[in-house]
């Protein structure tokens, strides 16, 4: 796989072939079918008069953090018939979700549905319906590897699995599995010509043991696991994206754990990183070769991190300094391209602040872009009553603080 280069240009679309490939060597591969799951036909020459190599090699990315759903936002989304419907919180993002090629969403509590309890923290499970308003936002890819994923046990596990398998098949879920084979599977996404492997793991599921019929029901940041995965997408895939589980809750920096697994995905060959966990925005490093250009198939080349996304969405009980950090989030926004040479490259990257705005009420909670939220707007978000220094200047300093000039 190709390392990955920093081009300023802009991001055309393709269409969408999802496939999995299993992990095992080459010869074991051959073995076992690999599970595909068709989005949208291949355009073929007949169609459209052109050689599919003759059509654009580019695809455009973004990434959300966490959704996590605390219970006045579960509350927001609950119908007077007990039902639930969360699309109002995606209203205002779901024109920039669907327009992405891929776009890709934290998943950060599991989706065991209504029959196991709607819960918010600390154990939490949320109805079907969530997974059914990140699709209609034009979610493709649901990262599920979070420490909240066993906070049901087995049966969220195959609950939430289930779901997707059943419900939106069309949906990339990553980071659990509902077989062994799942667990030995890279899933790797075709669009426009472009194979783009995409891993997600966490560092723990706070102390809950993977069950015992399902050792590997969660993908986990173990090194000997994350190393093989990498090194097979090397040999599959033209671009490699890892999405950790990592970091320190509320930390707005990186701490050492970050820096070892930053190391271990750059080694090995990942091109991008989008972390997520510590419910705050941390720093995006783009981490280049002392000779910028030059292609290392070994590992150890050009690799794009966002350390952390921050939240989505979410309503904390929690109060004091610091608490209004949480509502701020970004969406990691990031164009490649096959070049001339045949490498596939980061032509331009950046990343828009995100804020969620709380009201209490039916549908009282919604994300808006930091850039078109106003005075008035801040001063009636309810997080001023948990934290009073919350207000518009207070998130674009921190965007300023973090992300310096790019996320202007």
Known sequence: MMKTNLILTTALCGLCLCFSFPTAHASEATSAVPLVSITAPKVSASSTGKKTSDLPQEVSIVMVGDILLHTPVEEAAKNADGSYNYDFIFQNMKDEISAADIAIVNQEVIIGGQELGVSGYPAFNAPYSIGDALVESGFDVVCHGTNHALDKGKKGIVNCYNYWKTTHPEIK?????????????????????????????????????????????????????????????????????????????????????????????????????????????????????????????????????????GNFVNWTSSSGKGIANRCLGGMATVAIRRNKNGETVIKNHGVKALVCHLQSGPKGVTVYPLSGYTDMQSAANEITAQDPSFSKKYLVDLCNSVWGSLWK
């Open 173 to 309: 879920i990553v980071g659990i599995n509902g077989t062994d084979s799942d667990y030995t599977n890279v899933d790797i996404i075709e669009k426009s010509g472009i194979k783009i492997a995409i891993l997600n793991y966490t560092y723990g599921t706070n102390g809950i043991s993977q069950p015992k019929s399902m050792p590997h029901a969660v993908d986990m940041l173990e090194e000997k696991k994350v190393i093989s995965d990498l090194k097979y997408a090397e040999e599959i895939a033209d671009f490699t994206i890892v999405c950790p589980h990592w970091g320190t809750e509320y930390n707005l920096g990186i701490d050492k754990s970050q820096e070892k697994w930053t190391k271990v995905f750059r080694e090995n060959g990942a091109d991008l990183v989008l972390g997520t966990h510590p419910h705050v925005i941390e720093p995006v490093e783009f981490l280049q070769d002392d000779a910028p250009g030059i292609t290392n198939n070994h590992g150890g080349g050009d690799m794009l991190v966002y350390y952390s996304l």
